[in-house]
């Protein structure tokens, strides 16, 4: 039954973009939510400070496929800095909003996202220690 949902997330359910995993990405961030269960990976290749490439893997409801897809949507072409800044606010509005009971989905996204970066910005330093 997906009545509780918009159109936006039942097109993000039917056809998720950017999924699949990525071969060397830049970084890598996990994110499970404890209450459920659900868990997402993110996968980013970054240039120039910019979040070139994007994909994502999830084991989660429909509400989190959805909104994973959203968030490497927005992710896609922002710098570092704007990209941290999403929220699941941002996720869910971009997704013409989700049920009350459905919110928590969206911390995914943001989450998974914003350990992407911190792995990358990892991976930078390392690098040039
Ligand atoms: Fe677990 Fe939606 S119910 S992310």
Do not use: W
Request: charged share 25%; net charge negative; hydrophobic share 35%.
């Amino acid at each position: 039954n997906y009545d509780e949902f918009t159109d936006k997330v039942i097109d993000h359910f039917m056809c998720p973009r950017n999924v699949g995993s990525m071969i060397n990405p830049d970084g890598v961030g996990r994110f499970g939510e404890p209450g459920c269960g659900d868990s997402l990976d993110i996968y980013i290749k970054v240039k120039d400070n910019v979040i070139e490439e994007i994909s994502f893997l999830v084991f989660g409801c429909v509400a989190a496929v959805a909104t994973s897809s959203m968030t490497t949507v927005l992710a896609k072409g922002k710098t570092l800095e704007e990209a941290l800044k999403i929220t699941n606010h941002d996720i869910a509005d971009a997704l013409d909003g989700l049920p009350e009971n459905k919110l928590h989905c969206s911390v995914l996204g943001a989450n998974a996202l914003k350990n992407a970066i911190d792995d990358y910005y990892r991976r930078t330093s390392q690098v040039s220690e």
